[in-house]
């Protein structure tokens, strides 16, 4: 079938087993498909130059998760627009490179860069092959890329290991696992466990003809935990950052209602063992 003739409608949606290979491919398309629906919604918040961790509102100016930045050479993988990348080398001093499996997210940072006269190094690149030499990087990060959409998560883990430098860091954030227990409802219909925490089949969206279009993949906690160390990190933290009394912004299912009661968002923080 060619491009033009398939209807990429939503047909179908729910939790259930799909071919590795059709849940981690659908991700470029369906971002494809939506990144300006993604930036119309999010991107006042996440701001064109700022690397902002989560719902939450956790900002990396303040919270300091990637330590000392100054001169690093760092990586973004899951970039989206880059905004956490065109912040680390416009105000934080860092040597840094954005990259995302979606032309269409890059391309809506390369747009970014035009209205602020910037430019930032945007490269297309699945973070499970990455296009860098071993050891390229002092840091590498993601604010909620590449890690939910991949049936495979140790092979972006091995990636990471790869193009760090020993004693490097690798820091991402996660929807936090228990949220998949309960409705993806910011009110008070999410406050109520309809699922199991460890069922592991992936959300999924699919076409009439059964395409796959959207897959989202659930670890819990401890799945993380195995899945960092198994790579050979060392785990040096987990953050599950509060939600702000003060903090009203609703985003996807995240939000003040639920914020109070669960958390929303998990980071890890871990390094490759020195050499
Ligand atoms: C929720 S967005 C987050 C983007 C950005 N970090 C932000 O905070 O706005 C998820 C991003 O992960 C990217 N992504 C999904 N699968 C990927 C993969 N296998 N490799 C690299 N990027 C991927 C998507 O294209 C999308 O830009």
Redesign the pocket.
Known sequence: MSDESRDDALADAGYREVPDDQG?AA??G???AN?AE??DE?GDF?GPADL??CPEGVRESQARLLGDVRGARVL?????????TRWLRTVAGAQAVA????A???AAGARLDATAGTRTPLVQ????ALPFADGSFDIVF?????????PDVPR?HAEVLRVLRPGGRWVF?VTHPLRWAFPDDPGAGGLTATRSYFDRRPYVESAADGRVLYAEYHRTVGDHVADVVGAGFVLDGLVEPEWPPDHRRVWGGWGPVRGARLPGTLIVRAHRPPA
Do not use: I
Request: without cysteine; proline residues 2%; glycine residues 14%.
């Open positions: 981690g991700a470029r369906w971002w494809d990144a993604y930036l999010h996440l902002l961790w973004e993988v899951g970039a989206g627009a880059a905004q956490g990259t995302d499996v979606s269409g997210m890059l690149a699945d973070a499970r993601t604010a909620f890329g590449a890690l939910p959409f991949v972006v954030a």
